[in-house]
C-alpha cells in the first residue's frame, strides 16, 4: 500500500512541470507587478516586449541602463522591456519588492515594468519561463544566467531570444526589435 501512495504521489510531482509547459500562449499566463497587482504580457500597454530576468547584485546589472535606453527610444512605438527579479543565479537578487523598486529607480531610472520575483528554472519555475524555455519552447533550454532575454508579442508569439552576456542595444537585438516593430 505504501509504495502504491508513493507512486501515486511521485507521478502527481512529475506532472506539475509538464502541465506547466502545457501552457501555449505566453501572453496569457498569470503574473503579478512587483507591487502585487495580477496582469499578464498581453495586458501590458505593449505590442512587443522584451522579457528579461534582471538581478541588482550582478556582474551583468549595469545592463539595467541599456535596457532602460531600450525603453526610452521604442516605448512610443509600442515596444517594453518588462523586467523579472530573480535570485535563481548565486542570490544575486536577494532585495525585497520595495529594495528592488528603489534600486532600479534611483541607480537606473528604471521606468519599464517590472514583476514579482521568480524562478526562471528548477523545481519552482515559473510558467511563464517553463514555456519560454521547455523542451516545446521556440528556444529551448534553461537560462544561462541573470539578463537572459526573450522577445515576445502582446499576443504571446516568442520571436527571439538572446543570452545573458549579448547586451539589450547590441545590433541583432535593436534590428530584432525594430523588424517586429514594423511587423506590427
Known amino acids: 500500500m505504501k509504495s502504491v501512495l508513493f507512486l501515486a504521489f511521485a507521478a502527481a510531482l512529475l506532472a506539475v512541470p509538464q502541465a506547466r509547459s502545457e501552457m501555449k ?21 505593449a505590442r512587443v516586449m522584451l522579457v528579461v530576468n534582471v538581478a541588482s547584485k550582478c556582474g551583468l546589472t549595469p545592463q539595467y541602463e541599456a535596457l532602460e535606453k531600450l525603453q526610452l527610444k521604442y516605448k512610443g512605438r509600442g515596444f517594453s522591456v518588462v523586467g523579472f527579479p530573480c535570485n535563481d543565479f548565486r ?3 536577494p532585495g525585497t519588492p ?21 524562478h526562471v528554472k528548477g523545481a519552482e519555475q515559473h510558467p511563464l519561463y517553463a514555456v519560454l524555455t ?30 545573458p552576456k549579448t547586451v ?9 526589435i525594430e523588424a517586429a516593430l514594423a511587423a506590427k
Open 25 to 45: 500562449n505566453p501572453a496569457e499566463i498569470p503574473l503579478k507587478t512587483l507591487a502585487g497587482k495580477a496582469t499578464t504580457l498581453g495586458e501590458q500597454q
Open 91 to 93: 542570490e544575486q537578487e
Open 98 to 118: 520595495a529594495q528592488i523598486q528603489d534600486f532600479c529607480k534611483s541607480t537606473y531610472g528604471v521606468t519599464f515594468p517590472l514583476m514579482e520575483k521568480i
Open 134 to 163: 521547455g523542451k516545446n519552447a521556440v528556444f529551448p533550454g534553461d537560462v544561462a544566467w541573470n539578463f537572459g532575454k526573450f522577445l515576445v508579442t502582446s499576443d504571446g508569439k516568442v520571436l527571439k531570444r538572446f543570452e
Open 168 to 176: 539589450p542595444d547590441a545590433p541583432e537585438v535593436v534590428a530584432a
